[in-house]
């Protein structure tokens, strides 16, 4: 299959790029094919974080959001920052640039389904469910991906229902694959892209969620804490995060996730059994009495900053989002404007 444009990822950075295309095509007059393939079964299906949003980005992307029935309703009221003993909390001023007045605390996985309907709106083909697994090369440059075989078995051997995966043949190939994406990985490497703009090596944290739906008394839509100290020692680097959704439901951890730093020193410290002191403290306890965890997971996230972002084009095509690095660690958000310039230029 051949397109002008294909995308590998339909998260925030992968969806705003292609709608930015499709802007871009419209007010030029031109009629480029773009495709998206997500490995998730559905758009939003792998999107794993409570989120607090600017909205400025989404502003630009889609002036007449709030009108258009975006799931961005439920406005930051109220920032908290402690640091935490074993038994106490003790509640230290917000650093400035984590302050959210006029942000926004949103399911992130339900502003990628809206967003992914702008998108077919707009005429941009999503493929769900599957999963790309090769990048293509032809005379130097990317010339689109590979989709992964289906129907294989434990031992490797082909099913009965086994079917070839496709290959997709692009013009120009974004990557929004996400945290240390394998394609991202592979494109990084064939083409030096660290070493071009002498980038530092990209480094990691991990990351575990849940979403609570806790009492009604003890939910305050909007708030948002942020933790430090307890249970981790000095010596580790990771905090926690809490955020009030809508419907009584809170976020747990960074854009609710509890995170650690890959350069923790103890080969025995186990990040779960760390989340789960956590919530025993008795400032995170208080709150999670009487409640019921609905959902949780895991992931990675890259907090290398400015100084590890590579050469983001390449021949062929370019790097989006978390791909290329682009989380801001001292806000913990992402640039989202950024993911949406490659658009800009791919109808060029």
């Keep these: 299959m051949e397109y002008d444009v294909c995308i590998v990822g339909a998260g925030p950075a992968g969806l705003s790029a292609a709608i930015k295309l499709k802007q871009e095509c419209q007010a030029k007059e031109k009629d480029l094919s773009v495709c998206i393939v997500e490995k998730g079964s559905e758009v939003g299906a792998h999107i794993l974080s409570g989120n607090v949003l600017e909205p400025h980005a989404l502003t630009e992307l889609l002036p007449n959001w709030q009108e258009d029935g975006a799931p961005v309703s439920t406005p930051a009221v109220e920032d908290r920052f402690f ?7 003790f509640r230290i001023p917000t650093p400035k640039q984590m302050h959210n007045k006029g942000n926004f605390v949103i399911s992130l996985s339900q502003l990628c389904r809206w967003l ?3 998108a077919e709106e707009a005429g941009v083909e999503i493929y769900p469910g599957f999963a790309a697994s090769e990048v293509l090369y032809r005379n130097g440059a990317v010339t689109g991906v590979a989709t992964n075989d289906m129907g294989i078995s434990k031992s ?18 974004l990557f929004a694959e996400g945290c240390r994406g394998s394609l991202s990985q592979d494109v990084i490497k064939e083409f030096g892209l660290r070493e071009a703009v002498g980038a530092e090596d990209q480094t990691y944290a991990l990351g575990l969620k849940e979403v609570w739906e806790v009492r009604a008394e003890k939910h ?9 100290g307890y249970p981790l020692p000095t010596s580790t680097y990771g905090g ?4 009030h959704l809508d419907d009584n439901k809170v976020a747990l951890g960074y854009v609710s996730r509890f995170v650690v730093a890959l350069d923790y020193k103890d080969p025995y410290l186990s990040l779960y059994q760390e989340f789960q002191r956590w919530k025993q403290h008795p400032k995170i306890r208080e709150l999670l009495d009487g409640g019921t965890c609905l959902q949780y997971g895991a992931r990675t996230l890259n907090e290398g900053g400015f100084q590890s972002i590579p050469k983001l084009t390449f021949p062929g095509g370019a790097l989006l989002g978390c791909s290329a690095g682009f989380l801001n660690v001292p806000k913990i958000k992402v640039s989202s404007p950024v993911s949406s310039l490659p658009g800009s230029a791919s109808v060029e």
């Design 116 to 118: 992914g309907q702008k």
């Design 156 to 173: 490797g051997a082909k099913k009965g229902t086994f079917q070839r995966g496709m290959e997709l043949r692009a013009r120009a190939t």
């Design 83 to 89: 640091v935490l003993s074993e038994k106490r909390a």
């Design 220 to 228: 305050k839509a909007g708030r948002i804490w942020h933790t430090v």
């Design 240 to 243: 926690s995060f809490l955020y």
